[in-house]
């Protein structure tokens, strides 16, 4: 499982996750599409496979990446185990190879939670569950094309080589896992299943007409600073959610979530490190010059860093859904989608009897209420993410105190800003006050980033491309990718 303190630690790019246990299944690169799930022995799969992959390149290259590069310094999933299971070389980015895995285990597996528990995991689809899981599988599938969708543009402001590298290590993972759902799709739901691949390359970020399934991943990725918050706040969610979905009873589902978690804790490496790189700077310089107003000194001032992470953060806890869900409910009971840790908590695993609180708005206060755990699933795995978003802000606050700062970046209320669940249509504040809508109007410019605080990042937001350059609004990193110099040229053109 990939821990949520691993990315704190330093560039572990090999993937902290600890493997299962079993023999290392080495990937067969001969195929068209790589893959460790025997694609070669079914032909209709592969041909159906090999007549989306024309498209998803059409789509790579119409919405992936805009800025034209010759190679790219890139890791490659190859295999599967605890020896190694990435390559990494020079790479066209076009010709990367976009391989289908699962996670491999010896013991067959019994489903941990609900009302199928103690049974052996499923092999196949459930009839009874087929459009569950299918739903589930393409809320999953839709958020991975969206964010190269939403990170597009970024490389014509980037703000170092190596920063480059690591947005494209995080594109064509999120590429590779749309194909982890896609296979799911073509694999296991037939004719549906194609026709939502399909979707899944036809709806965009964005789009008026046809938008990505959830808010956060129509918004846009407008500069650096937001694409650290999203990969710190919005990719977590992402590990919580296949966390989440590692534990369901649908056993093809599960090897996969395991597998693209290893993946993921390079994302989390990239958003924490890559924050906490521009908080180094901006405290710094906060120091030096005894002034919050430190654009013209060329660095972001910290009360505009803590308004992105506001906006990114309460973007972010809407992924998780209302707090009480009927949907999640049926999951968790019918054994689809578990709980984070499933297998290490002390219960029962049922759930029936059990209660949660939840947070209400109720005659103009926050208070909780009652209801069966069960409803309370969102909430419980939200709960959960919190704290481990409150990690990595302890680690930056520790930067911003060896600066010698009292400033402290904080996480706002869980009801600010929020479009979706309990505290939808009221006005919170960061500080959990629940205000009038005057009030509200009164203070968002504080609270959230203004049209010019993102017209001056953006003024911010030039391109280095030297080698070992690094733009003046963050610090360089400690370490290069892979063990190799800071100063490695990681990107050619
Ligand atoms: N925006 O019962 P409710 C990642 C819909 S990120 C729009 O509260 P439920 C990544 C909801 O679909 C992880 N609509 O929700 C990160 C439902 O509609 P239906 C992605 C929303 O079902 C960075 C209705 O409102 N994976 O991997 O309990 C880069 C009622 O809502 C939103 C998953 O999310 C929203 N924010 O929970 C790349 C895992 N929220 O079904 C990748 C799979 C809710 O009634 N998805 N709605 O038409 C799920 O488990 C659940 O669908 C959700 C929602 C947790 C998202």
Same mark, same amino acid.
């Given at each position: 499982?990939? %821990?949520? %303190?691993?990315?704190?630690?330093?560039?572990?790019?090999?993937?902290?996750?600890?493997?299962?246990?079993?023999? !290392?299944?080495? /990937?067969?690169? =001969?195929?068209?599409?790589? &893959?460790?799930?025997?694609?070669?022995?079914?032909?209709?799969?592969?041909?159906?496979?090999?007549?989306?992959?024309?498209?998803?390149?059409?789509?790579?290259?119409?919405?992936?990446?805009?800025?034209?590069? +010759?190679?790219?310094?890139?890791?490659?999933?190859?295999?599967?185990?605890?020896?190694?299971?990435? =390559?990494?070389?020079?790479?066209?980015?076009?010709?990367?190879?976009?391989?289908?895995?699962?996670?491999?285990?010896?013991?067959?597996?019994?489903?941990?939670?609900?009302?199928? *528990?103690?049974?052996?995991?499923?092999?196949? /689809?459930?009839?009874?569950?087929?459009?569950?899981? $299918?739903?589930?599988?393409?809320?999953?599938?839709?958020?991975?094309?969206?964010?190269?969708?939403?990170?597009?543009?970024?490389?014509? #402001?980037?703000?170092?080589?190596?920063?480059? $590298?690591?947005?494209?290590?995080?594109?064509?993972?999120?590429?590779?896992?749309?194909?982890?759902? !896609?296979?799911?799709?073509?694999?296991?739901?037939?004719?549906?299943?194609?026709?939502?691949?399909?979707?899944?390359?036809?709806?965009?970020?964005?789009?008026?007409?046809?938008?990505?399934?959830?808010?956060?991943?129509?918004?846009?990725?407008?500069?650096?600073?937001?694409?650290?918050?999203? #990969?710190?706040?919005?990719?977590?969610?992402?590990?919580?959610?296949?966390?989440?979905?590692?534990?369901?009873?649908?056993?093809?589902? =599960?090897?996969?979530?395991?597998?693209?978690?290893?993946?993921?804790?390079?994302?989390?490496?990239?958003?924490?490190?890559?924050?906490?790189?521009?908080?180094? +700077?901006?405290?710094?310089?906060?120091?030096?010059?005894?002034?919050?107003?430190?654009?013209?000194?060329?660095?972001?001032?910290?009360?505009?860093?803590? *308004?992105?992470?506001?906006?990114?953060?309460?973007?972010?806890?809407?992924?998780?859904?209302?707090?009480?869900?009927?949907?999640?409910?049926?999951?968790?009971?019918?054994?689809?989608?578990?709980?984070?840790?499933? #297998?290490?908590?002390?219960?029962?695993?049922?759930?029936? %009897?059990?209660?949660?609180?939840?947070? /209400?708005?109720?005659?103009?206060?926050? =208070?909780?209420?009652?209801?069966?755990?069960?409803?309370?699933? &969102?909430? %419980?795995? +939200?709960?959960?993410?919190?704290?481990?978003?409150?990690?990595?802000?302890?680690?930056? &606050?520790?930067?911003?105190?060896?600066?010698?700062?009292?400033?402290?970046?904080?996480?706002?209320?869980?009801?600010?800003?929020?479009? /979706?669940?309990?505290?939808?249509?009221?006005?919170?504040?960061?500080?959990?006050?629940?205000?009038?809508?005057?009030?509200?109007?009164?203070?968002?410019?504080?609270?959230?980033?203004?049209?010019?605080?993102?017209?001056?990042?953006?003024?911010?937001?030039?391109?280095?491309?030297?080698?070992?350059?690094?733009?003046?609004?963050?610090?360089?990193?400690?370490?290069?990718?892979?063990?190799?110099?800071?100063?490695?040229?990681?990107?050619?053109?």
């Amino acid at each position: 499982m990939t %821990d949520g %303190d691993t990315d704190l630690s330093g560039p572990d790019l090999t993937g902290p996750a600890p493997a299962p246990d079993g023999p !290392v299944s080495v /990937v067969d690169y =001969s195929e068209r599409i790589p &893959n460790n799930v025997g694609l070669a022995a079914d032909r209709r799969l592969q041909r159906a496979l090999e007549a989306w992959q024309p498209r998803f390149l059409d789509w790579w290259g119409a919405l992936g990446p805009s800025l034209p590069t +010759r190679d790219v310094y890139l890791r490659t999933a190859v295999a599967i185990g605890r020896d190694g299971w990435a =390559s990494w070389s020079r790479v066209p980015m076009e010709q990367y190879r976009w391989g289908i895995f699962l996670s491999e285990r010896d013991e067959p597996r019994q489903i941990a939670f609900g009302k199928h *528990k103690g049974e052996p995991a499923w092999a196949q /689809v459930p009839g009874e569950y087929r459009s569950e899981l $299918r739903r589930l599988i393409v809320v999953q599938g839709d958020t991975e094309p969206a964010s190269v969708e939403q990170q597009r543009h970024l490389g014509a #402001t980037a703000p170092s080589l190596y920063d480059l $590298r690591n947005l494209f290590q995080v594109n064509v993972e999120e590429g590779r896992h749309l194909w982890a759902m !896609v296979y799911l799709l073509h694999a296991y739901f037939g004719r549906d299943g194609r026709e939502e691949a399909e979707q899944l390359l036809h709806r965009h970020s964005g789009h008026p007409d046809s938008p990505r399934i959830l808010g956060a991943f129509n918004e846009e990725t407008t500069d650096w600073l937001s694409f650290f918050m999203f #990969t710190y706040f919005t990719d977590r969610d992402g590990k919580y959610q296949l966390g989440t979905l590692k534990e369901s009873g649908f056993d093809p589902l =599960s090897r996969t979530c395991e597998f693209m978690l290893r993946e993921e804790a390079h994302h989390m490496f990239v958003g924490t490190t890559g924050v906490q790189r521009v908080v180094q +700077r901006s405290a710094a310089v906060t120091a030096e010059h005894g002034t919050d107003d430190i654009w013209r000194h060329g660095a972001i001032p910290l009360p505009v860093i803590q *308004k992105y992470l506001n906006q990114h953060y309460s973007l972010s806890l809407d992924l998780f859904g209302s707090e009480t869900s009927s949907n999640a409910a049926a999951y968790f009971t019918a054994g689809l989608k578990g709980r984070w840790m499933e #297998t290490r908590r002390h219960d029962d695993h049922l759930l029936t %009897d059990a209660t949660a609180r939840i947070p /209400v708005v109720d005659d103009g206060q926050i =208070s909780t209420r009652t209801v069966p755990a069960l409803t309370a699933l &969102n909430l %419980d795995l +939200r709960d959960e993410y919190v704290a481990d978003c409150e990690r990595g802000l302890r680690k930056w &606050n520790g930067d911003l105190a060896k600066a010698g700062l009292d400033w402290r970046l904080t996480l706002p209320h869980v009801g600010f800003n929020r479009q /979706v669940g309990a505290f939808t249509g009221h006005c919170i504040s960061p500080a959990g006050e629940l205000i009038g809508a005057d009030d509200w109007a009164g203070h968002a410019a504080g609270w959230l980033p203004t049209a010019d605080d993102r017209a001056q990042v953006a003024a911010l937001m030039t391109p280095h491309y030297e080698a070992g350059d690094f733009a003046g609004w963050l610090a360089p990193p400690p370490t290069g990718i892979n063990d190799l110099p800071v100063e490695y040229d990681y990107v050619r053109f």
